[in-house]
């Protein structure tokens, strides 16, 4: 089975602070995605990247950046948090295709104060 | 933007009922895929469907995606209480090369 794993279940930071959100994926998957989910807005994507070192940005990559430097890892970073980064971050990824089956790690939920 | 539009947004149902979600979306695909999340949990793939498909099946659930209509549907039979979660569309849009999701129904199985 895929297993892709994110580095914290719960986080809480403060306004200002560097975050960094992991996330892992054992199937040798070229493809990584980073989304937010808000309630009334459902899953918006922020980057994704198709290969090492690649990144695409998303529909709102705007106070995130991400960095692939292995293929099973992509960090998703938000350089000075905001309290309107409150939110759920989903990891996923997929091989073949961008639009092919993904598979999503448990969640984030992040709350910046 | 949102392609994919879950209809309803809330469906509360009698355990052993069937469960019927739809989704509409925009434009052209080359598939539909179905998602289920447990309350604050990751997305869990249950179906994909190709475009030049209008049925199929995986245990207790049925899909159905009617192109000429951008419309898909859902079905879950003799619902369980472990079916509570809720359910997401998502379409790859053509050649949008990523997936688009839809903001969901929440089903709810009552004992």
């Known amino acids: 089975d895929v297993k892709v794993t994110q580095s914290s279940r719960y986080l809480v930071k403060r306004t200002g602070e560097k975050v960094f959100l992991e996330c892992v994926q054992d199937?040798?998957?070229?493809?990584m995605f980073w989304y937010r989910q808000d309630p009334g807005l459902g899953l918006r994507l922020i980057y994704f990247?198709?290969?090492?070192?690649?990144?695409e940005k998303g529909d709102i990559p705007e106070g995130y950046s991400v960095s692939r430097e292995k293929k099973e890892r992509f960090s998703l970073i938000l350089e000075s948090a905001s309290t309107n980064q409150t939110s759920m971050y989903l990891c996923?990824?997929?091989?073949?295709?961008?639009?092919?089956?993904?598979?999503f790690g448990p969640g984030t939920r992040l709350l910046v104060l | 933007s949102q392609q994919g539009e879950e209809d309803p947004q809330a469906l509360s149902i009698q355990e052993g009922e069937n469960a019927t979600m739809n989704c509409s979306y925009k434009?052209?695909?080359?598939?539909l895929q179905w998602y289920r999340q447990n309350s604050g949990r990751g997305l869990v793939h249950l179906i994909l469907?190709?475009?030049?498909?209008r049925e199929k099946h995986s245990g207790r659930l049925r899909v159905t995606l009617d192109t000429s209509k951008k419309s898909s549907s859902l079905l879950i039979t003799a619902s369980r209480a472990a079916d509570t979660a809720s359910y997401f569309c998502?379409?790859?849009?053509?050649?949008?090369?990523?997936?688009?999701f839809g903001q969901g129904t929440r089903l709810t199985i009552n004992p």
């Open positions: 998502a379409t790859d849009g053509g050649g949008a090369q990523k997936l688009v």
């Open positions: 199937m040798d998957h070229e493809n």
């Open positions: 434009t052209s695909i080359n598939n």
């Open positions: 469907i190709r475009s030049n498909e």
């Open positions: 990247s198709y290969d090492v070192k690649m990144k």
């Open positions: 996923a990824s997929t091989w073949g295709g961008l639009g092919e089956t993904q598979y």
